[in-house]
């Protein structure tokens, strides 16, 4: 930085790099920019010397501001963009006083709100399409409104804020193939399987975790325990469903 402190973060003018203000006091992990503020993440505890924050706070061209009162609390990680919707993920539990904000909540400029119901540890990655919200991290749960979602460190929502783990093929729709409980744990219950292909089972990064022979008409399936917690697409010839495991 030349003959200039920049306190953890700093910007390019295009000639030399310039501090933001006095800087922040300890780590930055993100940065992201709405019209003409940038906010910044990290674990830090205050920026600017400015108060409520600690873990996230805006800069707006000239002074360090907080975004909200109080503050999330703990660091920010990761930011993603929509529009001028700001979602942040991190290690706060409740961020900035809002309910089901744990790990992931969204800023619209004014105010938070919970996507979903909260995720059960960090939310370091973010990333979307124009219709889902993508998430990976360190979590094994998504809160819901009836209980939680096992997602082992990589899960989907729907932009309104739905767990919807990960999708069937939607090449291969199937309204006759049927798996239930769902969440299941030990044994599944299955109906409508195409005859003579075997059942198989992959994990949210499209890898086969297990294969079974397909039993025939409705019959119970035992799940071994090498089969972990988590979401699964489970195929069976044409068909597929998503299968939550316990």
Known sequence: MGDKDADYVAYFDGTTWQPLGSGVDKRVNALASIDNDVYVGGFFTKAGGVANTAGLAKWNGTNWQAVSSPSIGQAAITFHVVGKQLFVGGTFQGGAGQ???????????KSWHPVAYGIAGAV???????THL???GEFTQAATKNGTLAMNNFGIL??????????????????????WPNPAQRVVQVAGLPAGQPLQFYDALGRLAL?????RGSAQVQLPPSLKPGVYIVRCGPATRRLVVE
């Open 99 to 109: 309910a089901y904000t744990n790990g992931l909540a969204r800023w619209d400029g």
């Open 124 to 130: 370091t990655t973010i990333t979307s399409t124009s």
């Open 134 to 136: 993508y998430i990976g």
């Open 158 to 179: 729907d932009l309104s804020g739905i767990p919807l783990a990960v999708e069937p093929d939607s090449r291969t729709p199937s309204t006759s193939m049927q798996l």
């Open 211 to 215: 294969t079974l022979p397909a039993p």
